[in-house]
Each structure stands twice: as structure tokens, then as C-alpha cells.
């Protein structure tokens, strides 16, 4: 009885751990297939491609991203909530906000915003692909308390958003860079003057938040002889209220883009936001290309960015797109890729258990079972 019991239950013990194999093997080979996926309400519009998920917000240009499958995921934050409009009265080609003289608010309170195209599709160069956008004419507003309007519809404002399953070529002033499909989005806008006023050049301001303890940023900047550097910064700290003038250049490097990393306290880098070096300016006789400086503060919460765009008085129109995204590296990866990874080990995990399961339960039938030497009757009979 204890021979047949045990090999019931190491019939039963090994059954289970090849239906576990079997299915968690199927759900890896499963997770190859990729699938851009859309939905749209309200408050924003969701992309789902494959590790990759992406929220754009419908109030303002407002992108929430995340790894998809990592239960531990942070989400990101890349918005533009303004931009402002002044004059570079120190003369060092950076932005200070006492030198802002209008402001140009973009968040619903100021802005009607209109979904102004949806288009999802596939292509032999893209693969599926999702782009988004969204415009609205924007107003100029006197920097201070009162808000009081200067300017209304003083330009068209246009934000567009693209999502590929393969890797796509972007064009920039400067020349080409390539960015990854899946896990990358490229991000750009496009500023329409209907009105002139007489100011140095635009700002866009863009502010950059990580959750969790993905509080450190990672700045890529050149040096004034040539190379580059990276600087560590704290999104904990409030700059505006330990240093009287609070923004730093963002030094430039010679490469297409300019990069910032999202990163946890520990040095691992999750997440990204890169720009580009030149804009587009067009004008009444020619287009042409601007450099766009930058710089930057910290909140407390997150990175402030102003990204200054020059402009004179024949300027029609301003061009400039950035890209966003996260790095399978600095995630746990997905429960597919862990259990291709470690298949075997769970294998011989589940054979030790196994195992000792089995032991356990002969010796509890041994015991459990009667001995001749115990037998009633015999005690009895040598007894008399």
C-alpha cells in the first residue's frame, strides 16, 4: 500500500510540475506576438505597445509612460504646461524667469485643445504604427498675478505624437538619428505666429517627473573644449527656495540630441527624454536652422526644462520634436523573459520538491503502517 500510494503521488507531484512548465513555457512563446493597441476617452488617449504603455492627456500636452509589465514600474512624466515669451536682458543665451514677458499658458483653464488627427495603420517601413496630434490657438498673457491678456489667438500651436513597432528615421535640422520601435516615442510641435511682439525669442517649458524612487536625473552635457559629462541631479531638492537664481545651462552638446535620463537613487537608469539641438524657423524670405539652448531646475518633485527657441520680427512659424521612452534594462523584464531565463532552475526547484514531498509522505505511510512484530495475537500467545 505505501509503494502504491507513493508512486500515485509522484505521478500526481511530477504531472503538475510539467502542466506548470508547460504552461508558463506556452505564455513565453505566447509574449513574442506584438500588438499596438488604441483606446480613446475624455481625458486621454492610451497606446499599449507590447512593454510599453503611454497616456496622453486631452487638458494639455501631457505624456504619462511606464513599463507595461513590471509590476514595480514607476510611471513618467513629460508635460509642457507654458511657454513664455522674453528677452534675454544678460545677454548668456539661457533663460531666466525674471526676463519672461509673456506668458502663453497651455493647460485647459486658457486653452481649448481639439484632437486634430487619430490614424492607426500598418506599414512595410513602420510596421503598426499609431500617430496622434492636437492643436489649439494659444494667447499671450502679461507675466504676473493679474494674467492680464494681451494678445488673443497669437498663434496656433500643434503637438504631434508617433508610436512604431520598428525603428523609425527622424529628420532634424542637423541630419538623421534613429529612434527604437516599441519603447520610444517621438514627440514635436509646431508654433504658427498669427501676431508679432517684440521679444528675443519663445520658451517651451517642459517639466519631467519620475515616481517612486526613480527621483535622479542624468544630464549629458558638453565641456567647453570638446567632450561630454554627466550630471547627476536630485529631483528631492527645491532649488527655488535654496538659491536666489535658481537656473543652470544646460551645456550642449555636438551631438543631434540633447539627452536627460530618468534614474533611481542606486544609479539605474529607466527612462529618457532627448531633444533636439536646432530648430526650424521659417520666415517671410527662407527657412532656417536655430540652435535651442536650455535650462534647467529642480522642483522638489521633478526637472523643470525651458527650451529656448530664438525668433526675430520675419518669424511665421517654429519647428522643434524631442523623443521619449523607457530602457528594457533598467526593469525586471517580463514574467516571459523570466521564465525563459530560469525555466531549468524552476524545473529542478519543483523535482526537489518533489522529492522531499515524497519522502515525507513514505515515511508518515511506514508509520502508519501495521508491523509484523506489533501483531496483537503474538504478544498474546508468548504471554501464556
Not at 531646475?297 to 521633478?302: I, P
Amino acid at each position: 500500500m505505501a509503494a502504491a500510494a507513493s508512486k500515485r503521488i509522484l505521478a500526481a507531484s511530477l504531472g503538475l510540475a510539467m502542466l506548470i512548465a508547460s504552461t508558463m513555457v506556452s505564455s513565453g512563446a505566447g509574449a513574442e506576438e506584438y500588438e499596438l493597441s488604441v483606446s480613446l476617452d475624455d481625458a486621454k488617449i492610451n497606446l499599449h505597445s507590447g512593454n510599453f504603455s503611454v497616456a496622453i492627456t486631452r487638458d494639455w500636452p501631457r505624456v504619462i509612460f511606464k513599463h507595461e509589465l513590471d509590476p514595480f514600474s514607476p510611471t513618467f512624466e513629460v508635460s509642457c504646461p507654458r511657454m513664455y515669451l522674453f528677452n534675454d536682458t544678460d545677454g548668456d543665451g539661457i533663460f531666466d524667469l525674471p526676463e519672461a514677458e509673456f506668458t502663453v499658458f497651455l493647460d485647459s483653464n486658457h486653452v481649448n485643445w481639439n484632437l486634430s488627427a487619430f490614424e492607426q495603420d500598418y506599414s512595410s517601413q513602420y510596421g503598426q504604427y499609431v500617430v496622434v496630434g492636437m492643436n489649439a490657438f494659444v494667447h499671450a498673457y502679461v507675466v504676473g498675478e493679474n494674467e492680464t491678456l494681451v494678445v488673443s489667438d497669437w498663434a496656433q500651436l500643434s503637438f504631434w505624437f508617433f508610436l512604431a513597432e520598428e525603428s523609425v528615421v527622424c529628420e532634424c535640422p542637423g541630419g538623421t538619428y534613429v529612434i527604437d520601435g516599441k519603447t520610444q516615442m517621438r514627440m514635436n510641435f509646431t508654433l504658427r505666429l498669427n501676431d508679432y511682439l517684440d521679444v528675443d525669442g519663445v520658451v517651451l517649458e517642459q517639466m519631467l517627473q519620475g515616481g517612486g524612487s526613480t527621483n535622479m536625473f542624468q544630464l549629458v552635457e558638453g565641456f567647453p573644449i570638446g567632450g561630454t559629462t554627466t550630471t547627476g541631479i536630485s529631483a528631492l531638492v527645491d532649488e527655488r527656495e535654496v538659491e536666489a537664481d535658481y537656473a543652470h545651462e544646460f551645456r550642449e552638446t555636438s551631438d543631434l540630441v540633447q539627452k536627460t535620463r530618468f534614474a533611481k537613487e542606486d544609479g539605474v537608469v529607466q527612462a529618457f527624454y532627448f531633444w533636439e539641438t536646432e530648430a526650424m524657423m521659417d520666415g517671410e524670405a527662407s527657412n532656417a536652422a536655430a540652435l535651442v539652448n536650455s535650462s534647467y531646475f529642480t522642483t522638489g518633485a521633478g526637472m523643470i526644462l525651458h527650451s529656448i527657441l530664438p525668433m526675430d520680427n520675419h518669424t511665421t512659424m517654429v519647428s522643434h520634436g524631442s523623443t521619449m521612452g523607457i530602457y528594457e534594462s533598467g526593469f525586471i523584464g517580463s514574467v516571459s523573459d523570466w521564465i525563459r531565463e530560469y525555466i531549468i532552475a524552476f524545473v529542478i526547484v519543483c523535482g526537489v520538491i518533489v522529492v522531499v514531498s515524497l519522502t515525507l509522505a513514505a515515511r508518515r505511510l511506514r508509520r502508519k503502517a501495521p508491523r509484523l512484530d506489533d501483531n496483537p495475537g503474538e504478544d498474546e500467545s508468548k504471554g501464556s
